[in-house]
Nanobody, 123 residues
Framework: QVQLVESGGGLVQAGGSLRLSCAAS????????MGWFRQAPGKEREFGAA????????YYADSVKGRFSISRDNAKNTVYLQMNSLKSEDTAVYYC????????????????WGQGTQVTVSS
């Protein structure tokens, strides 16, 4: 079993940056691909980014490509989401997710979810 705890959310002005972290419990973190999803008020949860278990392959939604960067540190059991050039439409609850592989995460095949962290971008 893997438990995921996100942190780093908050309020930021448009054009600013934030870095989200997701700390995982358990010794199997390095076996999982990891990803970030987000859910804005009144909208469905959507895929944002994913990274392979070894960190060599990354996947991004078109809406965040070029602005967001996902990375991981398997020694620290942590995955990160660096968010730059934030826009008001990036306002959402951001969820960390674990799955078997990056394409599977992008397709919504998730084994474990975090509880979410709020990101609010003011214009």
């Amino acid at each position: 079993q893997v438990q995921l705890v996100e942190s780093g959310g908050g309020l930021v002005q448009a054009g600013g940056s934030l870095r989200l972290s997701c700390a995982a419990s358990g010794r199997t973190f390095s076996n999982y691909a990891m990803g970030w999803f987000r859910q804005a008020p009144g909208k469905e949860r959507e895929f944002g980014a994913a990274i392979s278990s070894d960190g060599f392959r990354t996947y991004y939604a078109d809406s965040v490509k070029g602005r967001f960067s996902i990375s991981r540190d398997n020694a620290k059991n942590t995955v990160y989401l660096q968010m730059n050039s934030l826009k008001s439409e990036d306002t959402a609850v951001y969820y960390c997710a674990a799955g078997s592989n990056g394409p599977g995460i992008r397709a919504g095949r998730i084994d474990h979810w975090g509880q979410g962290t709020q990101v609010t971008v003011s214009s």
